[in-house]
Every structure is written in C-alpha cells, then in structure tokens.
C-alpha cells in the first residue's frame, strides 16, 4: 500500500509534528488527530509519491443544512486548486470532508497545509462559514 517514499515521509511528518505513537496507527489506517481534528493521509492509486489528504470538518448541523452546504458549494468554486482542493460529504457519516492531494512530500510543507486546514475545520465548526466567505 505504502511506498517506501511514503513510509520514510511519514515517519518525518510523524517526527515533525511530535506524534511519533501515531505512526503506526498511519501506516495501518491513514488516520491522525490534529488537535481534535480528524486527518487521513492515503496514497493515491496512480502516482507512488503522492498523497491524498482528507480533513474531516464535521456534520453539519440539520437546521442549517441548505445554506451550509449552498455556502460550501460557493467556496469549492472559488478555492485556487493549487493541490486540486475539493470539498464533499462522506457519504456514509454525511461529514464534510476538505480534500487534497500532494505531490511535493515534504514533512514542513504538508505539517503546515495539515494546521491550517485544521484550523479551517475548526472554524467551520464555530459558524459553518455561514458570515462571510473563507477559505
């Protein structure tokens, strides 16, 4: 499943981040907490030194649903897709998931992307991104 290229990455992003007791937990099930955030790494089926990584930003609440998930659908129009970013829902949870996939497998760089999407999951978790447009 993992490349030698990946399991070498993922053990410095594991190092990097100072969560070294999930490395094994990543290389069994691709899943990490990032600050109570679920993170999964996976890699991709046609490129050996890629991943793709999924954030998990929640369920969205019933009440709100349409204009949550019409405002998700505004910001996956306007996201730059430099790493091919997309949002969806997990058709099994109903979770709304970030996704996007790395090339580039540098433990700095995807640490960095990883926060700060985690950052954004953590907003969206605080007013859906229902008062203004954020990316």
Not at 26 to 47: A, N, Q, S, Y
Not at 62 to 88: C, D, H, V
Not at 97 to 102: A, G, H
Request: aromatic share 8%; proline share 5%; hydrophobic share 40%.
């Amino acid at each position: 499943m993992w490349s030698p290229h990946q399991i070498k990455f993922l053990t410095e992003l594991c190092q990097l981040a100072q969560l070294e007791s999930s490395l094994t937990n990543m290389l069994e099930h691709g899943t990490l907490l990032w600050r109570d955030i679920p993170v999964t790494l996976l890699p991709t089926k046609d490129d050996a030194e890629s991943l793709s990584i999924y954030v998990h930003y929640g369920v969205p609440p019933k009440e709100n649903n349409a204009a949550i998930l019409t405002r998700l659908l505004e910001i996956n129009l306007l996201m730059p897709q430099t790493y091919f970013e997309r949002i969806g829902i997990d058709p099994e949870s109903g979770a709304v998931i970030f996704q996007y996939r790395i090339k580039d497998l540098a433990a700095e760089n995807i640490l960095r992307l990883i926060q700060h999407a985690a950052s954004k999951a953590s907003e969206w978790r605080d007013d859906y991104f229902l008062h203004e447009l954020s990316i």
